[in-house]
C-alpha cells in the first residue's frame, strides 16, 4: 500500500476495517448497525409524505419550536430549500425519492439515542480542544468549540499527513482521517473533528499524542 497518493474505495475500506481505534465520530457504523437502528415496526412513508418521515419532521419541529419540519436527504438539499423560505416555498427541491423512511427512520432512532450525550460531547470538545492548546502547529477553530465539532489547522504538508495517518491506521490499528483538506497555505492541512462515541472512548490526552503524531511532533 501505497505510502501517499490516493488510495481506492476497497484499499480504504479495507485499511479502515482492520483499525480498532478511531479518533471522529462515532467510529465504525455497519450496513448492519444501520439496519438495527431501523425498528421493526417502521411505518413507511410514500414520496415522502406519511410514516416514519412525518413522525421525524414533527419531532424535529417540536424539538425547535417551528410550526413545521421537512426532511431532505442531503446537506445540500437542505441549504437550498432554506435559499427559498422568503418565497414561502416550503419543499424538497428535487430530493423527495419514493421512500425516505430508511433514512427517516435511522435518523429517528439515533436522534433520540445521541441527543441527551450532545452536553457530554460538547464538554470532550473543549477538553480536547484544552489538550490541543499548547501544541506547536495545531489551531483549534473556534477555541473553545461551541458545538461537538471543531476544525484543527496543522502544520504540516499533505503527503506528510497522508503517509502518517496510513502509517498509524497501518501499525497502530489507529483511524484518523484518509487525508486532510488544503488550505492555501500547502504548509498547513485542514481537518474536522467531529466528537462522538468514539472519540469519547479516548482521554484528551491520547488525542493530543494522535495530533502530534500526524503532524511529526
Sequence with gaps: MPATGELSAAE???????????LVGH????AADLLASIPAGTVTDRYGEGGVVADLEAEIAGLLGKPAAVFVPSGTMAQQCVLRVHADRRQRMGGTLFGLWPNAASALTCLRRRLPLMPAYLS????????????TGVRVMPSPPQVPMMHLLLGTTQDRFTAAARHMAAEQGIWTWPKAMTTIDPGIQRVELSVGDATCA?????????IAALIGQ
Design 124 to 135: 470532550q470538545a473543549r477538553a480536547i480542544a484544552a489538550a490541543l492548546g499548547d501544541l
Design 27 to 30: 467510529g465504525q457504523v455497519t
Design 202 to 210: 479516548l482521554e484528551p490526552d491520547q488525542v493530543r499524542d494522535i
Design 12 to 22: 480504504q475500506a479495507s485499511l479502515r476495517a482492520r483499525c480498532s481505534v478511531f
